[in-house]
Every structure is written in structure tokens, then in C-alpha cells.
């Protein structure tokens, strides 16, 4: 056999160079790049292989751990997860940054590759700076925090370990169905250590993505359940655009006339003007889909993990006999509600499902419910983006606003608050890459730092960043790896002085919005909605911020300015950060939906008692699928 003599980290960054990815015959680079923030416990290692071989991978330098496994979850799923980058770290601080990033990535099932940098194999040095020790347990490190998260941990403590490591990490990364956050915990000195490396693991290897089919039987049986449904209702999730599903999608939704659902992550499996699109399901949904869904005798779930937003805490499918058929990669998400499994890929499920009901299409008058429904919530969506709401705009409008000024194909991002409600029911999604928030995790702070993932994704594209003035304060640093990469961002930045959504919430549960503003504290409190006195808000000039740290800003303090602003940005080759105020209580409201949110079982406050009632009430309504 033949060897190189290569430290374990040099061998590692050829190999990831090496390692391609193929799906119905088009084969692609799998490894986009390397982030990394350097510190004693990569530098030398991963960073000295980076710096020997610049040809092999691009080096990306972030500001913050977190935020940089952020940008690959946005890579990862603009790239319909074909496509994902690596991040490496110090030891201590540097790698536990990065498990929020990385239980963000696994939610989402989305392949990430980290490498946090670990303390001493050897142990020479222990407690090394950063090292964690644990008196009772040797071995652990601040690392093992990653197995939770994780789809495959390992932890490479001698550097020929490497080699089966980096192969179950592609093994898992690749996999449509296991893919998450997979962590090879590095030790500092083996990364720096040298082996014999097998020169075989270092050459050009394919991964393939399967479109795997559910079996004949179970297909049947689906069938024959379609075909006996009055009302069956498809929701489609992240699957269906994950798998390029949204062609087949459309041919089986014209032929038997289904209405479709969609959740966040699978929203834009249909364009939004298709007479069988019911635009967001649940929670977060419209009137349309909530109305069709609560009638629903048959629900077909295609690429989705049933969140509770989805199932508004499963009180969405009233009909008491309601069955579901689950189509998902993952026999996981595909047993859920005691649904008939149907496990494989939603593209080819669907196609094979379309040849199965051939002929077989709903009632007329159902198809034609879905078509009136759809123009009935586009006059909703139409009144809500031109609402006219003064002296501050409402957040539908500047949806509207970026809506109308962004073509087809550009991409909106958001993650966290109030925006990702608004834009699941609002947005316009008129291409299947469109659409992009990440609702999984709901992270704030992902918002930025995802999009400069997706923007590294589609260079083409524009990328129109919404986010929320709690979500900008907690992690905007890459704004300065936007300029430094050239990688323009939109970012619309929606101020409202606090956190709006946790305000709505607080006040719907009778907390009167405590806790949830930007205010100076007086008379020993931070303020309350009701308060008399006008608040007291902090002196936060985030648009300022923004422009110290390298972007173009333009303040805009009405819609009309926010169009006009909109327009400009186009122009600019840098990234943009357009800073509107919004009023705080012009909210969209919520349609024929609800959430399980609890609250206090008792209490002095009269307005807790009153809605631990109702909630006692509703709650009644949940139910199990089984
Ligand atoms: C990291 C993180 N912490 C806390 C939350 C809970 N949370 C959800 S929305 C929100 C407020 C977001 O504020 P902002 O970005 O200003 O948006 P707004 O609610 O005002 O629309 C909070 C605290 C979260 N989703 N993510
Ligand atoms: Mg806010």
C-alpha cells in the first residue's frame, strides 16, 4: 500500500478536498470551503494544512463560531443539502461556540462539517489553557457537548483514526436521511501529528444520493387511500425542495387536484399563485390552509417532521377518523401520527404515486374550494402589504414592500420573532429556492450569518436579509465577512425596539409585555405595555452600528422611502442595510389556528387567571394521531 507521511490534519483537508457528491447523474464538489477562527488549539494543526495547500480548500475567516456554522446551514440548504462547508476552532470557548450552530444544523437536517479543536490527547499539558476538567471523569472534554447535537461524533485521538473517521463523516453527511451536524472532535497535537496516510484515501471519491422508492405494497396502499379520500390534503415540507420535488409536485397536484399546505421549511413547493397552493399551514398559517386542514380526511405528509407549528399543536386535523400517509427518507419522520410509512425520496415517491392514481382526480367542487381560497387569502395578502398604517409602518408592509422590489428568483432569510410568522403567511414565494427561514431552531442570530451562506450558495442571486433589531443585537459581526468576501446582503433591518413577538406573546398570556422592550429601567422596573408614561426607550442607533462596521445604510422612515431605498440597494455592490421603524402593535393576526403555550396554573394576576382558563379550554382540543 502505498503512504504519504502527512500530519492527521493535512490529510483530512486533501481528503475533504477530494470528496464529491452525485445525484441523478451530476456530480458536484461536496466540501464548499473551511471557516475557521484560529486559536492554540487549531492553528497549528488544521491551520497549518490550510496554509500549506491553499489549492485545496478556501480558507473563510468569521468573527464568531456560532455565526460561522450559521453561514454553513445556509450553504448547506441553498445547496438542496449537495453541498455543505467545514468549520474549524480552538479548543474551549471557540468550539462550545459552536453548538448552537450545530443543534441548529441537526433540527434542520442539514449537513454541517465541525471541527473543534480538542485539549491534549496525550493529556502532557493537562489542564492545557481552556481545558475544562472534570474531577470525576477523565475523559471528557467540553466537546462531548457536541453528541447530543450531532448525527456522528468521534473523537480522533491518534491521527491515524482519520481515516474512518472523515469516511463515516461523508457516509452521514451525505446521507438524505441522517444528515445533521457531524463533529470530529480534534485533539491539538494529533492534528499536528504525523502517520502514514494510505495514499487511497486521498483520492477522488463519489458519494451518490439515491432517490430511494417506498415499497410496491405500501405505495399501493396509499393508493388505494387516496383514491378513497373526500378531502386528502398534501403538506408539504423541506423534503419536497430538498429532493427538486416541486416539477412532480405540481404535475400530481394538477391531476388530482390535492390542495397543498405548506410548512416553513417546505414552503415554495408550490408557486404562490397556483390554484391549488393554500399558502403556510398551521400556526404560522392561512385561513385557507387551516380551513382545508381541519376538514381533512386524509392528510399526505410529504418531506415534513410534523412540528408543532405545523400540527398547531395537533389540534389542526379535526376530522375524528383523519389518517396520514408519511413520505419521508427518514423512517423517523415517516412513522409520526401512526401515519402508513411510506420511507423514500419525495421526488420519486411522487412520480411513482402519480403513475399508481392515474386517472383518479377529487371532486370538482373540492378542486374548486382550493382555487377560491387562494384568491380569497391573496385579497388578505394585498389589503395586509398596502395596509396604509400610520405614523409608524406595520411589518406587513415592509414585507410587501421588499416582496414587490425582489425578483423571482432573489432569496428572503429570516429565522427568529415576528418576521417569520408574517413572511410564512405573506411572502410571495414564486421560485422553490425563494423562500428561506429557518424555523427549525428558530435561532435568532441566524439571520446575517445564514444569509451570507446562502448568498455564497447562489452568487447570482440577491439576498434579502429580514431581521429584527433583537436579532441584529445578538449576532451581526458578519456583516464584516460580507465585506470582506464581496458577498453582498440586503438586510432589511425591522426595529421595533425590543422583542415584538415574545411582546405579542407576553400580552396574549396576560404578562402585559414584561420584560419583551428596549427601555431604561424606572422606578425599579423596565416598563410594561400599559404603562402611563410614554416608554422610556435605550438610545439604539443599530443603523449606525451597521455602517461602522463597513455596510452602505440607508435610513428609511416611511414605506415609500423603503421602496425607494429598496432600489438603490440593487446598485450597490456592497452589503446593504435598509433600517426601518415599524409600530410594534400592527401585527398580522393569527387565522383559525392555535399554539400550546403554557402558562401559570396559578396566580394572583386576574388577567393570568383568565387565560390559564381559556388555555385549560382550548388544550381540550389537542389531540393524539395515532
Ligand atoms: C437565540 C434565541 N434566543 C431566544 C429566542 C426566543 N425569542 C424568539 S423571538 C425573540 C425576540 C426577537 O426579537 P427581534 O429580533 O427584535 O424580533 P421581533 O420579535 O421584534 O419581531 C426571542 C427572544 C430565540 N428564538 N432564539
Ligand atoms: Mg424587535
Known amino acids: 500500500m502505498k503512504t504519504l507521511r502527512l500530519t492527521a490534519a493535512q490529510a483530512l483537508i486533501e481528503f475533504l478536498a477530494n470528496q464529491y457528491?452525485?445525484?441523478?447523474?451530476?456530480?458536484?464538489?461536496?466540501?464548499?470551503?473551511?471557516?475557521?477562527?484560529?486559536?492554540?488549539?487549531?492553528?497549528?494543526?488544521?491551520?497549518?494544512?490550510?496554509?500549506?495547500?491553499?489549492?485545496?480548500?478556501?480558507?473563510?475567516q468569521a468573527r464568531n463560531e456560532q455565526a460561522m456554522v450559521h453561514t454553513a446551514a445556509g450553504y448547506a440548504r441553498m445547496h438542496n443539502r449537495l453541498g455543505a462547508l467545514a468549520c474549524t476552532t480552538s479548543i474551549g470557548p471557540g468550539a462550545t461556540n459552536m453548538v448552537t450552530g450545530a443543534a441548529l444544523a441537526t433540527v434542520n437536517r442539514l449537513p454541517v462539517l465541525l471541527l473543534p479543536g480538542d485539549v491534549f490527547a496525550s493529556r502532557r499539558p493537562d489542564p492545557v489553557l481552556q481545558q475544562l476538567e472534570v474531577p470525576w471523569q477523565g475523559d471528557v472534554s467540553?466537546?462531548?457537548?457536541?453528541?447530543?447535537?450531532?448525527?456522528?461524533?468521534?473523537?480522533?485521538?491518534?491521527?491515524?483514526?482519520?481515516?474512518?473517521?472523515?469516511?463515516?463523516?461523508?457516509?452521514?453527511?451525505?446521507?438524505?436521511?441522517?444528515?445533521?451536524?457531524?463533529?470530529?472532535?480534534?485533539?491539538?497535537?494529533v492534528q499536528a501529528e504525523a502517520f502514514e496516510c494510505p495514499s487511497e484515501f486521498l483520492e477522488r471519491r463519489v458519494w451518490a444520493v439515491t432517490r430511494p422508492v417506498p415499497e410496491d405494497g405500501a405505495l399501493r396502499e396509499a393508493a388505494a387511500r387516496i383514491r378513497a379520500s373526500n378531502r386528502p390534503l398534501i403538506v408539504a415540507g423541506g423534503g419536497v425542495i430538498y429532493s427538486e420535488a416541486t416539477e412532480s409536485l405540481r404535475r400530481f397536484v394538477e391531476a388530482t387536484g390535492i390542495p397543498v399546505g405548506e410548512t416553513q421549511a417546505g414552503k415554495g413547493s408550490l408557486p404562490y399563485d397556483h390554484p391549488s397552493a393554500l399558502g403556510a399551514m398551521g400556526v404560522t398559517g392561512t385561513f385557507a390552509a387551516n380551513r382545508v386542514a381541519a376538514e381533512a380526511d386524509l392528510v399526505i405528509g410529504f418531506g415534513t417532521r410534523w412540528s408543532d407549528f405545523t400540527t398547531a399543536s395537533k389540534t389542526a386535523f379535526k376530522d375524528p377518523d383523519v389518517r396520514f400517509?408519511?413520505?419521508?427518507?427518514?423512517?423517523?419522520?415517516?412513522?409520526?401520527?401512526?401515519?402508513?410509512?411510506?420511507?423514500?425520496?419525495?421526488?420519486?415517491?411522487?412520480?411513482?404515486?402519480?403513475?399508481?392514481?392515474?386517472?383518479?382526480?377529487?371532486?370538482?367542487?373540492?378542486r374548486e374550494q382550493a382555487a377560491r381560497l387562494n384568491t380569497e387569502w391573496n385579497a388578505e395578502v394585498e389589503r395586509l402589504y398596502r395596509l396604509g398604517h400610520g405614523p409608524l409602518p406595520a411589518q406587513s408592509e415592509v414585507i410587501g414592500a421588499v416582496n414587490s422590489a425582489s425578483e423571482p428568483t432573489d432569496v428572503v432569510v429570516c429565522a427568529a420573532g415576528a418576521m417569520p410568522g408574517d413572511l410564512h403567511?405573506?411572502?410571495?414565494?414564486?421560485?422553490?429556492?425563494?423562500?428561506?427561514?429557518?424555523?427549525?431552531?428558530?435561532?435568532?442570530?441566524?439571520?446575517?450569518?445564514?444569509?451570507?451562506?446562502?448568498?455564497?450558495?447562489?452568487?447570482?442571486?440577491?439576498?434579502?436579509?429580514?431581521?429584527?433589531?433583537?436579532?441584529?443585537?445578538?449576532?451581526?459581526?458578519?456583516?464584516?465577512?460580507?465585506?470582506?468576501?464581496?458577498?453582498?446582503?440586503?438586510?432589511?433591518?425591522?426595529?421595533?425596539?425590543?422583542?415584538?413577538?415574545?411582546?405579542?406573546?407576553?400580552?396574549?398570556?396576560?404578562?402585559?409585555?414584561?420584560?419583551?422592550?428596549?427601555?431604561?429601567?424606572?422606578?425599579?422596573?423596565?416598563?410594561?405595555?400599559?404603562?402611563?408614561?410614554?416608554?422610556?426607550?435605550?438610545?439604539?442607533?443599530?443603523?449606525?452600528?451597521?455602517?461602522?462596521?463597513?455596510?452602505?445604510?440607508?435610513?428609511?422612515?416611511?414605506?415609500?422611502?423603503?421602496?425607494?431605498?429598496?432600489?438603490?440597494?440593487?446598485?450597490?455592490?456592497?452589503?446593504?442595510?435598509l433600517a426601518v421603524e415599524v409600530d410594534r402593535y400592527e401585527g398580522v393576526p393569527a387565522y383559525e389556528s392555535w399554539w400550546d403555550v403554557p402558562i401559570a396554573e396559578v396566580a394572583e394576576a386576574d388577567s393570568v387567571r383568565t387565560v390559564r382558563a381559556e388555555y385549560d379550554e382550548a388544550r381540550q382540543a389537542e389531540r393524539s394521531y395515532l
Request: glycine share 12%; charged share 25%.
Open 21 to 60: 457528491i452525485e445525484r441523478d447523474g451530476v456530480e458536484h464538489g461536496f466540501i464548499g470551503g473551511c471557516f475557521g477562527i484560529f486559536g492554540h488549539g487549531n492553528v497549528g494543526g488544521i491551520g497549518e494544512a490550510l496554509f500549506e495547500r491553499p489549492d485545496l480548500l478556501t480558507y473563510y
Open 142 to 189: 467540553v466537546n462531548d457537548c457536541f453528541r447530543p447535537v450531532s448525527r456522528y461524533f468521534d473523537r480522533i485521538s491518534r491521527p491515524e483514526q482519520i481515516v474512518d473517521a472523515a469516511m463515516q463523516a461523508m457516509r452521514v453527511l451525505s446521507n438524505q436521511a441522517e444528515t445533521g451536524a457531524v463533529t470530529l472532535a480534534f485533539p491539538q497535537d
Open 325 to 366: 400517509v408519511n413520505v419521508n427518507v427518514a423512517d423517523f419522520d415517516a412513522a409520526k401520527h401512526g401515519g402508513l410509512r411510506l420511507v423514500g425520496d419525495a421526488r420519486a415517491t411522487l412520480d411513482r404515486l402519480a403513475e399508481l392514481l392515474h386517472g383518479s382526480s377529487v371532486e370538482d367542487s373540492y
Open 425 to 577: 403567511k405573506l411572502w410571495r414565494t414564486r421560485d422553490p429556492k425563494g423562500y428561506h427561514v429557518e424555523y427549525g431552531y428558530s435561532c435568532m442570530g441566524y439571520e446575517i450569518a445564514g444569509g451570507l451562506g446562502v448568498k455564497m450558495s447562489a452568487p447570482e442571486r440577491e439576498v434579502y436579509v429580514l431581521v429584527g433589531d433583537g436579532s441584529y443585537l445578538m449576532l451581526s459581526s458578519e456583516i464584516v465577512t460580507s465585506i470582506q468576501e464581496g458577498l453582498k446582503l440586503t438586510i432589511v433591518l425591522v426595529d421595533n425596539h425590543g422583542f415584538n413577538s415574545i411582546g405579542g406573546l407576553s400580552r396574549s398570556l396576560g404578562l402585559d409585555g414584561f420584560g419583551t422592550q428596549y427601555r431604561y429601567r424606572r422606578d425599579g422596573s423596565l416598563g410594561l405595555d400599559s404603562d402611563e408614561l410614554p416608554p422610556a426607550l435605550l438610545p439604539v442607533d443599530l443603523a449606525a452600528n451597521a455602517e461602522s462596521l463597513g455596510a452602505r445604510v440607508i435610513r428609511c422612515g416611511t414605506i415609500d422611502e423603503l421602496r425607494a431605498g429598496l432600489g438603490d440597494a440593487k446598485k450597490e455592490p456592497r452589503t446593504v442595510v
